[in-house]
């Protein structure tokens, strides 16, 4: 997830557009996959330490 989040920044700072795909699919892939995923996991695990 990180090396994503720091494609979709270096992304931005080189290319302007946004929906260069260099930019665009590691943002949908951060977006619409792994946030929600890590978010789920770790909800998880909290909730069986609870």
């Known amino acids: 997830m990180a090396i ?3 494609i979709i920044y270096l992304g931005r700072l080189i290319v302007v ?3 260069n795909p260099i930019i ?3 943002a949908l892939l951060a977006g ?3 946030n ?3 978010y789920i ?3 998880l695990v909290f909730w069986r330490k609870g």
Do not use: D
């Open 4 to 6: 994503t989040l720091i």
């Open 24 to 26: 665009l699919i590691p």
């Open 36 to 38: 929600p995923l890590w």
């Open 41 to 43: 996991w770790l909800g």
């Open 17 to 19: 557009t946004a929906t």
């Open 32 to 34: 619409f996959v792994l």
